[in-house]
């Protein structure tokens, strides 16, 4: 479990105790909410991952499409 007191990678807010992780070759990046983690995924033009645990995982319904 991650320490929900850690900033941010993008806006520096507290991640919370379900970050949105961003795994890189070299460590892995935490943010507060996805779209923290979309808008790094843009700036750094990041392919998206698979979404991680706890993040749209079994326990959560997927998306439906419009």
Do not use: W
């Amino acid at each position: 479990m991650t320490d929900p007191q850690i900033p941010c990678d993008l806006c520096a807010l507290p991640v919370g105790v379900k970050p949105f992780d961003l795994a890189l070759p070299d460590r892995t990046l935490h943010f507060c909410c996805d779209g923290c983690l979309g808008i790094y995924q843009m700036l750094n033009d990041i392919k998206e991952s698979p979404p991680a645990s706890g993040q749209n995982g079994p326990e959560s319904p997927p998306r439906s499409s419009p």
